[in-house]
T-cell receptor, first 112, second 114 residues
Framework: AQTVTQSQPEMSVQEAETVTLSCTYD???????LFWYKQPPSRQMILVIR??????QNATENRFSVNFQKAAKSFSLKISDSQLGDTAMYFC?????????FGAGTRLTVKP | EAGVVQSPRYKIIEKKQPVAFWCNPI?????LYWYRQNLGQGPELLIR????????DSQLPKDRFSAERLKGVDSTLKIQPAELGDSAVYLC????????????FGPGTRLTVL
């Protein structure tokens, strides 16, 4: 079974700085999908970014980018120019055949 | 376009009481998911529907949990009777089809069992 590990339970960053959240996963599959979701205190899980494993190019969405290392089974999220609204829980997720597995999450606090 | 709608947002019940949660997915989304999220953890899948068919319910505790999606649109998740350990956030999500589509989540229902 696939497992997702987020080794940083909590992180903090100063506003306007850059922060990187770590995620590793364990799978024997070759084709799969990886996601980062954000969950603010309102509880709504919001998609941040998505990466297809067959694509070598790292996905980017405005201030959010990933470092996808397929051989190392690593999928980190970089947030540039952090904003107060980025304060939330961030979950890394692995999906194969619509079966999605989440990590335990990293609580990110952006400090003014 | 409206997102995934869930109700109620909060529910407090005594143990052994029944409870039901409702979810309306994004219009046109054929696949619907129910997740349970315990405090401090990521969501865990309870059941997945493709249209009205439950295609993955391996993690659903069938002795007390049931779900239905009769017309392939909205869905209800029921617990009867509730136990203290059922306290959690119950999330509903939907995706367009059965392929590797992005899942969109509702705001969840926070259940507290006293």
């Amino acid at each position: 079974a696939q497992t997702v590990t987020q080794s940083q339970p909590e992180m903090s960053v100063q506003e306007a700085e850059t922060v990187t959240l770590s995620c590793t996963y364990d799978t024997s599959e070759n084709n799969y999908y990886l996601f980062w979701y954000k969950q603010p205190p309102s509880r709504q899980m919001i998609l941040v970014i998505r990466q297809e494993a067959y694509k070598q190019q790292n996905a980017t969405e405005n201030r959010f980018s990933v470092n996808f290392q397929k051989a190392a089974k690593s999928f980190s999220l970089k947030i540039s120019d952090s904003q107060l609204g980025d304060t939330a829980m961030y979950f890394c997720a692995f999906m194969k055949n619509n079966d999605m597995r989440f990590g335990a999450g990293t609580r990110l606090t952006v400090k003014p | 376009e409206a997102g995934v709608v869930q109700s109620p947002r909060y529910k407090i019940i005594e143990k052994k009481q029944p409870v039901a949660f409702w979810c309306n997915p994004i219009s046109g989304h054929n696949t619907l998911y129910w997740y349970r999220q315990n405090l401090g953890q990521g969501p865990e899948l309870l059941i997945r529907y493709e249209n009205e068919e439950a295609v993955d319910d391996s993690q659903l505790p069938k002795d007390r949990f049931s779900a239905e999606r009769l017309k392939g649109v909205d869905s209800t998740l029921k617990i009867q009777p509730a136990e203290l350990g059922d306290s959690a956030v119950y999330l509903c999500a939907s995706s367009l089809g059965a392929g590797p589509d992005t899942q969109y989540f509702g705001p969840g229902t926070r259940l507290t069992v006293l």
